[in-house]
């Protein structure tokens, strides 16, 4: 699994934090940045397109945070990660910069994911991303990490 982020996180707690789940990831989630574009917004967008899917390459299946994306719950997550892994093709989740996914990433995406209406910082959304991947995983797999009572 590879994860095509736009920036470059810095070391601290929120690369920490990332890694702490990335590791656990079977396959490993690898993470590809890509450097933050100049310009104005359309410029910035277009750049950040171009790199983004030449990081995933044409025969990846593309699934793009966004905020128009689906919405599933975790149990719900778990199965279209089977699913999208079970493909046969690479999977490549996307996350665009302060400037968000340009519309050519958007179509070319096979599928769309949304972490919430609320806006996260983006090096953030990374470690969610990567925690709802064990997750998934671990729910997948029968691993007592994700409980679901509620009160």
Do not use: N
Not at 100 to 121: H, N, Q
Request: positive net charge.
């Amino acid at each position: 699994m590879k994860l095509v982020a736009v920036g470059r996180m810095k070391s601290g707690p929120e690369r920490e934090l990332f890694e702490r789940y990335a590791v656990r990831l079977r396959p490993r989630l690898e993470l590809v940045e890509i450097p933050d574009a100049k310009g104005s917004v359309a410029e910035v967008r277009r750049k950040d397109a171009q790199a983004i899917l030449a990081a995933c390459g044409a025969s990846s299946f593309v699934v793009a945070l966004d905020e128009g994306g689906a919405r599933p719950d975790s149990a719900a997550f778990a199965g279209l990660l089977e699913r999208w892994l079970g493909g046969g093709r690479p999977l490549c989740f996307v996350i665009g910069g302060a400037e968000g996914l340009e519309a050519s990433v958007i179509a070319r995406a096979d599928a769309t994911l949304s972490l919430g209406r609320l806006t996260w910082p983006h090096m953030l959304v990374r470690s969610l991303l990567a925690e709802q991947l064990y997750r998934a995983q671990s729910i997948l797999a029968g691993h007592p990490y994700h409980r679901e009572a509620r009160p």
